[in-house]
């Protein structure tokens, strides 16, 4: 019993940042059906810039601020350079040139800095723990947990009661009819990589305070758990993004204290298993969302 | 007030829309009828800003508005109420309404929601409702309501009695007469060719593409070459 | 009857005309061939040294993208995933092929006994692609679903999730895989002494890609590349071409994994990872990812790129030896720029031309227009098929709930074959929505639906549709990039499959009844609205349904088109002897075409009788015309 309890407050912590990564790609996905394949060079672009400005110094209260910054920055860049340009095209169009710019970012990286690991320091707090009866509970997770919360009850609101947030899920539902209404195409598709960036850019700082570390294609891995959670929870839709992501963090975390230690190390191929059984049996993810195909 | 000169749209390799002529006065109900493919969507997405036409020109109130986006059009006061109408169906007829408010003032806002509260009292009762859930004549009704929240100054509707059990399309046409009554500018293409002719000042007749006529409806009703556009004529 | 019909099946083959989809095509790809091999072998005498390996490799990465171009082409789901299958058939090779005296070196302790394993290349070959085919079935099963559920996109990410996880468990599983660094190896470097096997495997993915494509599987697959629903509606299920199309692609992979890993000597996660996807995945997109031609033709143009980009990275002008200087470009030409060619070449070719440099050409469809007569329009015959079968449809007490609101209650109606019956009623009766439980879109909370007797509820779209109820769509679903010909042959092999092949009318003479011969070889998407509406109905006729279920054909019609279309709809059902069960709220259109009328109002059926019946009940008047609004 105890030993679930611990898992599922670890599986919260992971959890937390794979909903607040997959929010970002199903906000994206929401108002332009691209799947983000380039969401995690969010993160890989904050891995450099804490990379230079910690080795610098500079303590983490002032990087953290400077890696959301960046990741909404780098976010809106993207979309100016690249998916401004491919706006209504084919779901291929739009995976291929999500992937194209994860390669053209990753291989900047390569070509102008080095394709060996830079190593940054972590905050000192990230490996203490706190007990509540035989629970250890990692400060880092409470903080994680803590933040996730308010983030989502923040996006919430925003999508949910302000003006930006209505022209959000009109231009979600149909984008020329919004077009029609005056909703701005520009400013709805922009906020909706600022607001995305902005995810990322929370997670990211996360991530990197655990990791501690950057390479070139650093962005892999976030993006793949961002993208995976979306799907789980069903594509199309934000709450599920946000379950798919806990969901995610979960499984891995009870997997990994469950399994064997011989074959421990390959969690992640008995997630991709539980993934494709999952959509053997429930091909629509957690959440269906509602095809407003008309026949 | 509204220009249209040697308009031409395509569709990769079709000419939906060639050479099109067309004005519109203040205050005026123009009509466009014409069968099926003749161009008319097409004339009024080219003219909202929803296509992009290969070539001629379209101004309003002397500005050149050729190309421009819907969203920069709906500002400078041109509505379009598309073809299916195209609610928001997950959203609450508020809601709806709210987006199509979304270039005016808060205040604003406020005070058209509740003036088209008066007008569609339908509306109002069921402001919290999924607008998925609204019948046809009451989701026809939202449509242009949402419309005119942004106060155009040229409202153009697109088949607006399309799909619609006959009573509804008096529904319809009652509107358009009271929009007409109240001086409002209309643009509207409409299958029903008999009933359009009833309410429009003038008429355009579109086919294949081109604009074929012009004139009030007393006028083109006469032109034998026209009795195709007018044969049978849905008006039960 | 059964008897009749495998034989008919067997009759129907393989490919619709073997000229045209086997000789042509087989000519085509053999001079390609040709022209691949020699264009490598004057680059190789041309520059000594390094360039016999890059041909080697362009040629082994040419079996690779024609393997991935038989799945993405063919069903327009877009796969990172075959690079993980290639990294599946890498190692399943590398562990079976390698001696054991090798082996107990990097994995000593590999499982169920594989360090001891010796079975030599070919047969190492064989259970390469058998393990990675197999575990492509599992793959495919959640591909297909998930698609077919939440669209390509769903498919797309579990592909991007297989390559990741075959990467992380060839990190993580060194007794197995010689884990992240060492890897597995043969003794000596390069272990391949002889192109012929390479030359062989290159023709054979060449000659099967290009006949996948224009064989029955492959023409289905490409129906559901262009609408999924509506191919469903014609009797097809992509889920099956999608997996068929997969296991080829898979099996055309492996052995080109396999060449690969031999040729290299050895292998290592990184091989089989993102670079070589993209790599790949860019050679595919740039030629054309519809085209066998476009996929060999991207592999030369990006093989040539790519080891400009490498040169220009090294040495900077000095490649040219023209005595430029690059000094100003420094900041450009580095180590690794390839890999930034690649991703930029990509990411130009999805904003600039996405569909590549080819696009949908094909060089044996060029060699078969250029060799061709052109044809004269068939004759469309005057006698028409004997309606012999007397089948009935009868649809008892439907019910359907959308949450709160009841779109039908206990509704139903009853057809026979030769007769027209129509629905109307008012916007919100229920009409479209009875067609969508009839073809099985949407479940009905109760009720039957019975065809010649047999129950249809719950039975899969494109089973209702082979059993005989084929459909139109009242939006326009046609396969837009397919030609006019094709949409009608299309369901025309779906109905050979199921009927006698001689007595389906020709696809040519549907066409050409459609009055669509003019525009026979014109894509569908690039037809007008009414020439569109009119190959609906000719597809939809192709499938010989016994009932053709037709949505609101006259929608947006002008009185003129809509009494056209009456004389269309009957020639169509008389030429295939079907059925005809008609929506429309075009009163003046169902009262010319139909014998018997049914007229729903909220969900219930209020009205049956004769146009004439119908036209002077009160009940309809009160509902349809009448005083009350909904």
Known sequence: MTELLQNLIDGLGRGSIYALLALGVAVIFGVMHLLNFAHGELITVSGYVAFWTISEGWSWYLVTPIIIGTAIVTSLVI????????????????????????????????????????????PGWVTNTYSIGSLHIEVFDTVVIGVTLVTLLGTSWLIQRTMFGLALRAAAADFDTARLMGVRSDTVIRGAFALSGLLAGIAGVFWLMRAGNTVPSAGIAPMLKGVLAALIGGLGSLRGAVLGGFVLGLAEVLLRSRLPDSVASLTEGFVFLLIALLFIFRPQGLIRVAHAERV | MLEVSRLTTRYGAISALRDADLHVGSGEVVGLIGPNGAGKTTLLGSIAGLLSPAAGSVTFDGTDITGNSPEKLLRLGVALVPEHRRIFGDLTVEENLKIGGITQSRDERAELLHEMGDR????????????????????????????????????????????????????????????????????????????????????????????????????????????????????? | MADQRSLNATHAGMFPNLRRDVAFPVVGVGLLFGAFIAVGLLYQSLFSGAAERLVTIALIDAIIVLGIQIYVGNTGVLSFGHIGFGAIAGYTFAIFAIAPAEKAKRIPDAPFGLTDVDVGSLAAVAVAVAVTVVVAVFVGIGLARSGAESGAVAATVITLALLFVTHEVARHWPEMTGGERAGLSFRIGGALDTRMPIYLALAGALVLARLFAQSRRGRLAKAGREDDLAARAMGVNPMVQQMIALLISVAVVSIGASLRVYETGSILPENFFFNY??????????????????????????????????????????????????????????????????????????????????????????????????????????????????????????????????????????????????????????????????????????????????????????????????????????????TVRENVQVTRLVAIAEHDDRSTPEADVLVAAAGLWDHRDRRASELDYGNSRRLELARAAAARPLFLLLDEPTSGMSDTESLAMVEQVQTMAALVGAGVVVIDHDLDFIIGICDRIYCLDRGTVIAVGTPEEIQADSAVQAAYLGSSAS
């Open chain 1, 79 to 122: 979309e100016r350079v690249a998916f401004s340009r491919v706006r209504g095209s084919s779901d291929f169009t739009l995976l291929l040139t999500s992937f194209g710019v994860h390669f053209v970012v990753s291989a900047i990286f390569l070509l102008y800095v080095s394709a060996s690991v830079k190593t940054f320091s972590r």
């Open chain 2, 120 to 236: 569609f009292p339908v509306l109002r009762e069921k402001r919290t409702v999924a607008a998925g859930y609204l019948s046809g004549g009451e989701s026809q009704q939202l449509a242009i309501a949402r419309a005119l929240m942004s106060k155009p100054r040229l409202l153009m509707m697109d088949e607006p009695s399309l799909g619609l059990a006959p009573v509804l399309v008096d529904v319809v046409f009652e509107l358009i007469e009271t929009l007409r009554s109240q001086g409002r500018t209309l643009l509207v293409v409409e299958q029903n060719a008999t009933r359009m002719l009833e309410v429009a000042d003038r008429a355009y007749v579109l086919r294949s593409g081109e604009v074929v006529a012009e004139g009030t409806g007393s006028e083109l009703r006469e032109r034998p070459d026209l009795f195709d556009t007018f044969v049978g004529g849905n008006g039960q």
């Open chain 3, 277 to 482: 996807t993209l790599l790949t995945l860019a050679m595919l997109i740039v030629g054309g990812r519809n085209s066998v031609t476009g996929a060999l033709f991207g592999v030369a143009v990006m093989t040539v790129g790519r080891e400009l980009a490498r040169r220009l990275g090294q040495d900077g002008f000095e490649v040219f030896g023209l005595g430029l200087d690059s000094a100003p470009l420094d900041w450009i030409f580095r180590e690794n720029l390839q890999t930034v060619f690649f991703g930029v070449a990509m990411l130009g070719f999805m904003i600039w031309r996405p569909k590549g440099l080819l696009s949908d050409w094909e060089f044996d469809d060029w060699l078969y227009r250029r060799f061709t007569r052109t044809q004269s329009a068939p004759v469309v015959p005057e006698t028409t098929m004997d309606s012999d079968q007397d089948a009935r449809l009868e649809v008892d007490d439907v019910s359907v709930a959308f949450g709160g609101f009841q779109a039908l209650s206990q509704a139903g109606f009853e057809v026979r074959s030769g007769q027209v019956v129509g629905i109307i009623g008012p916007n919100g009766a229920g009409k479209t929505t009875m067609l969508n439980v009839v073809t099985g879109l949407v479940p009905a909370t109760s009720g039957r639906v019975r065809l010649n007797g047999a129950d249809l509820i719950g039975t899969p779209s494109h089973e209702i549709a082979r059993a005989g109820l084929v459909r139109t769509f009242q939006n326009l679903r046609l396969f837009g990039s397919l």
